[in-house]
């Protein structure tokens, strides 16, 4: 080694030394403020984007698909039936109109768009929704199955139009048909590929499906059969996966990125600090909070019963205990210290962008130490109440789960941390093996997705074990009306008697943070979480 | 040496078969259900249960075993469980990428770790050794995930010269591939260039005062040859032995540089497929790199062999 080359070797190592110390790179650009999903920016033709997903997708099979970064692919090459707009109301997209309902509830009429084709050059028409949803509805494995388990079938009336018929009547429907559940495939695509129709997907959407590399990249690209394709601006977008928060932001940074799905709030700052990028932040509508197993004996799906040690304890028997618990945590602190006020303290399963909000379902127990102490009194309990919080080991969860222990210690708990690997977690509580569990919801446009399968007492994902006949007949009666006032108010009472009861003990709900390259106009973003590219391009 | 090479070769087709019932059995001994994993936040028990109907999952695991054994021998690893993909064609698209880094990243160790395991050995107790430990020292000590993202923060955030991620075949565009590879192989080379100048610095010093240099001296030998044909040569023994189990390293360090640089190779694929309890996918990982380990060792053995005869010698005599 020359003497040269240990001066510069050095060099680069002081400079390497100096930003780690500083933490951040300081460009000395001005501000250029936060953002929101509107950019109607005139955009010119052609160009390729680049997206940055918080993880790789799973299969591209709306039968088969669970993810919520599949979702986002999925909004470019296969429209649904019915979509939602930034108000998140529930809009036609391949049907003409939304839907038409009988007086008592059990028949669904859809009209179809006309003359629309799908990637493959097929027409969609009546026949080809009833094979989607039929195989939506049947197909082994059909994570749309419970979404539809109301549809008894789907009859073709004419071309154009096609009948559900409905063993319940279903409010949410047209919610769920805004969802992969009103995906409609080609049916040639889906005779000639079957099962794996996910390895080259064919649907009616902006851009079409071009090549996948395994947790690399998903490529789509403009599709010439496209009902509006005149308002397609893009040649391609490439949706890459990049599971590590850090490394996408720099990759929006470097410029090797143009938009990053989120983006973590601990780089929000920085991002609003540069004159070359900007930040869409949308009302998410899911939840976070923790579960608490009052009843998961034998495992989801199973009656709940009564549990046994060591999982048994005054927080599966005493609702005051459980209350007392949430009223010791501080909500807005929680935001503040683990994610830097970027997100919003929640108290409920429904989101205020939801449609169905209302003022009962924003009430918020405030932070109150005095009271949680008088409830374990009222309780009986001896303090500390000892409890363990299982965590998925992740930072972000072993934050949450150190300030939730910090917190509830104050009101007379003892917390134990349990940081569990994310599958293993999963089993484990499945299986009813734990106390409380650190877990949230990505949310539904519908209310009902995000309550029902929680807390009603045969809820798919009734992890608790909560059982409360109330509960189960006020969700249903919500499901069953058309009646949007009657629906918030019932909404609103399940809100109510869950914080009562407290099976979930809601915490905080994230926000939808997405970092766009200033190039690049009319990306949007709803609360759906989902990234729309269909009019973006690069701007003029 | 035919009969060393048939039974080494048995002995590593035996290796593999148990490779195979420990892999197996392994991961299944592992929490966490494929399916559980792949239905993430929406867990409907019945889509889950048809989920691990439909991958066999269901069935008792002597007849997953004899299953998975049955199609792993006509080149059949199944398909991702997350990804609906084949299993071999996923691991034909990241086998590439590790190995060019690794490749890359050797290259890289070589070139560091025999340079100045030579002069530290060379110019003892100078500057230039001082200099070289402290690379090595450097090497040994910085963190990849560190290294990569300062490298990244520096070369591809501050001064844009090399891009901060992603892959390019070589065939498709050589000069993006190794602008794109080069923060990657360095990376995941000063590591093993630390090693490898630790182990040549010490294996010169031994052979600089060994009889056979003080002979080539005496007959007049230049000082480059002396140092470079024969202590060196005979220096590269424990070389060799040393970028032999490196090799090993260099996968594992893989995980994490292909997760910095978001690279689409060989070790993110396992550290993913070991999240998303891909049993498919993992047991097809597993399996090539049991073979890959069982390869290289055989390779080294008979490398052995040809820089060293009296090795021949002894493994035709048994």
């Not at chain 1, 930034?86 to 669904?108: I, W």
């Not at chain 1, 900007?278 to 989801?300: C, D, M």
């Not at chain 2, 299953?67 to 590439?96: H, N, Q």
Request: proline fraction near 5%; include cysteine.
């Amino acid at each position: 080694m020359t003497r040269s080359r240990v001066r510069g070797g050095a060099a680069v190592a002081a400079l390497l030394l100096a930003l780690t110390g500083c933490g951040k790179i300081d460009n000395q650009q001005q501000p250029s403020g936060g953002g929101n999903s509107a950019d109607n920016r005139a955009v010119k033709s052609g160009g390729t984007l680049r997206i940055a997903l918080d993880g790789e997708p799973d299969k591209l099979d709306p039968t088969l698909a669970r993810t919520l970064v599949g979702r986002n692919v999925f909004a470019a090459i296969c429209e649904k039936l019915y979509d939602v707009n930034e108000k998140l109301e529930v809009v036609p997209q391949l049907a003409a109109a939304m839907p038409e309902v009988s007086s008592d509830g059990k028949t669904v009429t859809i009209k179809l768009r006309t003359g629309l084709r799908f990637s493959d050059g097929t027409t969609l028409d009546a026949a080809a929704v009833k094979t989607s949803l039929d195989r939506h509805r049947t197909l082994d494995g059909s994570q749309r199955k419970s979404e539809l388990a109301n549809v008894k079938d789907v009859t073709v009336t004419d071309p154009a139009t096609v009948t559900l018929g409905l063993a319940q009547p279903f409010a949410p429907l047209a919610a769920v048909l805004a969802d992969r559940a009103g995906m409609i495939m080609s049916p040639a695509v889906l005779t000639a590929k079957g099962a794996d129709f996910g390895t080259a997907p064919s649907c009616v959407g902006p851009f079409k499906f071009a090549t996948r590399v395994a947790q690399d990249r998903i490529e789509v690209v403009k599709d010439p059969n496209y009902y509006d394709a005149a308002k397609v601006k893009l040649d391609k977008v490439i949706y890459r996966s990049i599971p590590d928060a850090n490394t996408r932001f720099n990759n929006l940074r470097s410029g090797d990125i143009d938009v990053v799905f989120n983006v973590s709030p601990i780089n929000v700052d920085e991002l609003k600090g540069m004159s070359n990028l900007r930040l869409i932040s949308t009302e998410s509508l899911g939840y976070q909070g923790i579960t608490v197993n009052i009843g998961n004996v034998a495992g989801v799906g199973k009656a709940p019963g009564t549990l046994a040690a060591p999982f048994a304890g005054p927080f599966a028997t005493e609702a005051k205990v459980r209350r007392a618990f949430m009223l010791t945590i501080d909500r807005d602190s929680l935001n503040r210290t683990v994610f830097r006020g970027q997100y919003a303290p929640a108290c409920g399963p429904v989101s205020p962008a939801s449609q169905l909000s209302s003022d009962a379902a924003q009430a918020c127990p405030k932070h109150d130490v005095a009271e949680a102490k008088k409830l374990l009194g009222e309780a009986g309990v001896q303090t500390p109440v000892k409890v363990s919080l299982t965590v998925v080991n992740d930072p972000d969860n072993r934050r949450i789960g150190e300030a939730v222990k910090s917190m509830a210690a104050e009101g007379g708990f003892d917390v134990q941390l349990e940081p569990t690997e994310f599958a293993s977690s999963l089993d484990l509580t499945d299986a009813g093996k734990y106390q409380l569990y650190r877990i949230g919801w990505s949310g539904r446009v519908d209310a009902d997705g995000n309550i029902t399968p929680f807390v009603q007492t045969k809820g798919s994902q009734n992890v608790a074990g909560y059982s409360d006949a109330e509960i189960d007949q006020w969700l249903n009666d919500a499901r069953s009306t058309q009646d949007l006032t009657k629906r918030k108010e019932l909404y609103g009472k399940v809100v109510g008697k869950l914080q009562q009861d407290a099976p979930l003990i809601y915490l905080y709900r994230q926000k939808n943070l997405t970092g766009v390259t200033s190039k690049a106009g009319q990306v949007k973003e709803f609360g759906d979480g989902i990234i729309r590219v269909t009019t973006a391009g690069f701007v003029e | 040496m035919n009969r060393y090479l048939a039974r080494r070769l048995v002995e590593s087709i035996i290796t593999l078969f148990l490779a195979t019932v420990v892999v197996f059995l392994g991961i299944r001994a592992l929490p966490g259900d494929p399916a559980r994993v792949l239905a993430g936040e929406e867990s409907d028990p019945q889509a889950i249960a048809e989920v691990r109907a439909s991958y066999g999952l269901d069935q008792p695991l002597p007849v997953q075993y004899v299953r998975y054994l049955g199609k792993a021998f006509t080149g059949d690893l199944g398909t991702s469980v997350r990804t609906g993909l084949p299993v071999t064609e996923i691991i034909a698209g990241a086998l590439p990428v590790t190995l060019e880094l690794a490749f890359l990243a050797m290259l890289v160790a070589i070139l560091i770790g025999l340079s100045t395991g030579v002069i530290a050995a060379v110019r003892r107790r100078g500057p230039l050794e001082w200099a070289s430990n402290s690379v090595a020292l450097l090497g040994l000590s910085i963190p990849n995930f560190w290294f990569g993202q300062m490298g990244i923060l520096l070369f591809a955030v501050l001064l844009g010269v090399l891009p901060a991620s992603g892959f390019v075949p070589f065939l498709d565009d050589p000069v993006e591939n190794l602008r794109r590879m080069i923060m990657p192989a360095v990376v995941l080379g000063s590591a093993i260039a630390a090693v490898i100048m630790r182990q040549t610095r010490s294996a010169m010093l031994e052979s600089l005062t060994a009889d056979f240099v003080r002979t080539a001296r005496a007959k007049g030998l230049p000082r480059h040859q002396v140092i470079l044909g024969h202590a060196l040569r005979n220096s590269l023994i424990v070389v060799t032995t040393v970028v032999g189990l490196q090799l090993g390293i260099l996968i594992s360090g893989a995980v994490v540089t292909e997760s910095i640089f978001v690279l689409p190779g060989f070790g993110r694929l396992t550290l993913d497929a070991v999240f998303t309890r891909d049993y498919p996918l993992m047991q097809g990982v597993v399996l090539i790199t049991a073979t890959a380990y069982i390869v290289l060792n055989l390779l080294v053995d008979l490398l052995y062999s040809v820089i060293d005869p009296r090795i021949r010698v002894g493994g035709a005599a048994l």
